[in-house]
């Protein structure tokens, strides 16, 4: 690409050394850095890009943009300094990549809790009405069918314009985002431009990060603010309206709003809700109608999540009642109150469930078909928000029996999160057990038949982090082996 084009959306800066006429590519890693491309220093929160601008240079980069004057050969590569890198890489990616998200349907999710079941929602309801679709979140890349890996729930902003421009070049027609309150602080959203965006719920989480609730919800608020103010081109905000951030949220954007929840008014409504042990019903109001509706997703929380997806799917011009007939279809959301495949005499589900109000969620979902006692196994993540650990741990009391464990414990010990966790429980039934995969056979060892067990805070992940290593993990599979193991299966 032609470097001054590029670096005309930059309007402060200083140049030292003679800009190359054309440009390859961008980085911000050095590691993956040739000839001909651009290298920006960023800083992160342990690795400051300016340190390995030689290192780029070396490599082949003909220009550097950096914060500060930088002592590199300006005979190789040219140095350009600005204020902001981040901000610099927002507009020089967009600009390389000609503004990828303006071509396409764009659909972004944020909120505590059920982020990742409404975009796997949308995503998979796209893709049954035949259009293609990409989803980045928590599971990864998913290239309308084809999974990549990442390393965050929101990635940052040269990576989340390369993973739309991958879209674009497999004419996907839409791309569906989770959202984290860290990639909209930290500007990881910038330069994407929303059609809709869909709001689940805010609960206590990431307070070692946000420091306060207000702080919190302002930052999901951003998302909103985001969808900006050129009303000649139709944009959506959808909201739960149950939640106590409906009505902030209501005036973050200048754009219609499109209402869902069970006891508040609204646009998609909820009534007669049956649960069963295999499925969900109710009877849904909509701007549409009114629609009996089925789902293989269980529990109250998965209502919420199915009202959300429909009303996003419906503000791009979905017809209800074609929502109403592909989410019967729909299989459970990979590692979100996921039933076990078993013969073992009990009942055992994978559930994601790492806050106070999702393990609540989690629980009071298998309560209507509760025949004998309810084991519910937990852990949280070590070096993270330890403020939530006993209100976790409280919530998780409603289960008869409970078994307080780690998640990714990382540079903590365990008995320092489990004795944490322990602080909140209201009944003596209950084991801490730091080793989580002793902690997921200690489960299926107590159990007895009509039991339901729920392995909550890892989910999908088959995977644990110990210090900074990946550790292969899967609760499923070790509840399954001690199953066999137990029941002679």
Not at 116 to 130: E, P, Y
Not at 373 to 399: C, H, Q, Y
Request: hydrophobic share 35%; proline share 3%; aromatic share 10%.
């Amino acid at each position: 690409m032609n470097t001054y084009e590029l670096l005309s959306t930059l309007k402060v800066k200083t140049i030292y050394g003679e800009l190359p006429s054309n440009i390859s590519n961008l980085h911000v890693d050095s590691r993956k850095v040739q000839s001909g491309d651009i290298f920006i220093c960023t800083r992160g929160f342990t690795v400051d890009g300016h340190d390995y601008a030689l290192d780029a240079v070396e490599k082949g980069a003909v220009l550097i943009v950096a914060e500060k004057q930088l002592d590199i050969n300006l005979e190789k590569a040219a140095l350009v300094v600005v204020k902001d890198t981040f901000k610099a890489m927002g507009q020089l990616v967009n600009k390389y990549y000609d503004y990828p998200s303006m071509k396409m349907n764009v659909f972004g999710v944020t909120g505590t809790n059920g982020k990742t079941s409404v975009t796997n929602l949308i995503h998979s309801i796209l893709r049954k009405d035949g259009q293609s679709s990409a989803l980045s979140g928590t599971i990864g890349f998913d290239l309308n069918g084809e999974l990549f890996p990442s390393e965050n729930t929101t990635c940052d902003v040269m990576t989340n314009q390369e993973m739309i421009q991958k879209a674009l070049d497999r004419d996907i027609e839409n791309m569906v985002l989770e959202v984290s309150s860290h990639g909209l602080t930290l500007g990881r959203l910038w330069g994407v431009d929303f059609d809709v965006v869909t709001f689940t719920n805010l609960s206590h989480d990431h307070l070692d990060y946000h420091q306060t609730m207000e702080h919190y919800g302002y930052a999901k608020g951003l998302l909103f603010s985001q969808l900006g103010q050129d009303l000649s081109r139709p944009k959506y905000a959808v909201l739960n309206s149950d939640d106590e951030w409906y009505e902030r949220y209501s005036k973050m954007t200048a754009h219609e709003i499109i209402s869902y929840g069970l006891e508040s008014y609204a646009d998609f409504k909820a009534e007669k809700i049956s649960y069963y042990n295999d499925l969900t019903a109710f009877t849904l109001h909509s701007p549409e109608g009114t629609f009996a509706v089925e789902s293989k997703l269980l529990g109250k929380f998965n209502v919420y999540n199915l009202l959300a997806a429909m009303a996003t799917l419906f503000a791009k011009g979905m017809p209800v009642e074609k929502l109403v007939k592909i989410i019967k279809e729909l299989p459970p959301v990979n590692g979100r109150m996921e039933k076990v495949v078993s013969d073992a005499p009990l009942s055992m589900y994978i559930d994601y469930a790492h806050t106070p109000d999702a393990i609540e969620n989690a629980i009071q979902s298998v309560l209507p078909f509760k025949e004998n006692k309810i084991i519910f196994l937990v852990g949280t993540g070590g070096n993270r928000d330890k403020s939530k650990r006993p209100a976790m741990a409280e919530k998780a009391s409603i289960a008869d029996y409970v078994i307080l464990t780690t998640d990714d414990p990382r540079y903590e010990s365990y008995d320092s999160i489990v004795n944490d966790l322990g602080k909140g429980m209201i009944h003596n039934n209950f084991a801490l057990i730091g080793d989580r995969e002793e902690a997921v056979k200690h489960a299926i060892d107590v159990s007895e038949p009509g039991d339901i067990i729920i392995f909550a805070g890892k989910g999908h992940e088959d995977y644990q982090i110990i210090e900074n290593t990946k550790y292969p993990h899967s609760d499923k599979e070790i509840a399954i082996q001690r199953c066999k193991e137990k029941y002679n299966l």
